[in-house]
């Protein structure tokens, strides 16, 4: 069934992690022509930007191999208690007081511009759930193929819709 399908994807998608990843650029460093380039999967360094393009097209790949899976893409991010001063000023929130959001945020932002590079490979959107949660430790985004009509509120993480 579809569970089974969507076990033998998300093997699929975890063994090809371990040698691929994403990379964005830091939303602190220095060199950034916008806030917007720490959330784009179009890094700075060609070589990264390579990749990312080579690892979202596996992704994709691997998710279009399944048509009856849908896949979350949840993005989190690092610890920290303070968020970026050029991420808080683009909101106009403070670094420190909304760290949580700010965060957030980020994490939403790059899950999405995954999202939005598997559809641009092919992957339907109605098969993505975008996901994320701040301060985990990790600033990464993960691909998680899971049973059609797995919503986001199943997985304990916030949606998609952050407030500011």
Request: hydrophobic fraction near 45%; include cysteine.
């Given at each position: 069934?579809?569970?089974?399908?969507?076990?033998?994807?998300?093997?699929?998608?975890?063994?090809?992690?371990?040698?691929?990843?994403?990379?964005?650029?830091?939303a602190?460093?220095?060199?950034?022509?916008t806030?917007?380039?720490?959330?784009s999967?179009?890094?700075l360094?060609?070589?990264?930007?390579?990749?990312?393009?080579?690892?979202?097209?596996?992704?994709?790949?691997?998710?279009?191999?399944?048509p009856?899976?849908?896949c979350?893409?949840?993005g989190?991010?690092?610890?920290?208690?303070?968020?970026?001063?050029?991420?808080?000023?683009?909101?106009?929130?403070?670094?420190?007081?909304?760290?949580?959001?700010?965060?957030?945020?980020?994490?939403?932002?790059?899950?999405?511009?995954c999202?939005?590079?598997?559809?641009?490979?092919?992957?339907?959107?109605?098969?993505?759930?975008?996901?994320?949660?701040?301060?985990?430790?990790?600033?990464?985004?993960?691909?998680?193929?899971?049973?059609?009509?797995?919503?986001a509120?199943?997985?304990?993480?916030?949606?998609?819709?952050?407030?500011?």
């Amino acid at each position: 069934g579809a569970s089974t399908r969507a076990g033998a994807a998300l093997s699929r998608v975890r063994d090809f992690l371990e040698r691929n990843d994403v990379f964005f650029n830091g939303a602190g460093q220095p060199e950034l022509p916008t806030i917007e380039q720490a959330w784009s999967v179009c890094h700075l360094d060609p070589a990264k930007r390579e990749i990312n393009r080579h690892t979202l097209r596996g992704i994709a790949a691997i998710l279009l191999d399944y048509p009856d899976v849908w896949c979350r893409v949840h993005g989190t991010t690092g610890e920290a208690s303070s968020a970026p001063a050029a991420l808080a000023r683009h909101f106009g929130l403070d670094p420190i007081e909304h760290v949580v959001p700010l965060m957030e945020h980020l994490a939403r932002s790059r899950a999405e511009a995954c999202k939005d590079a598997l559809v641009e490979a092919g992957v339907p959107e109605q098969r993505l759930v975008v996901t994320f949660k701040a301060l985990q430790g990790a600033m990464k985004v993960d691909f998680i193929p899971v049973p059609p009509g797995t919503d986001a509120g199943s997985f304990g993480v916030l949606p998609a819709e952050c407030e500011f």
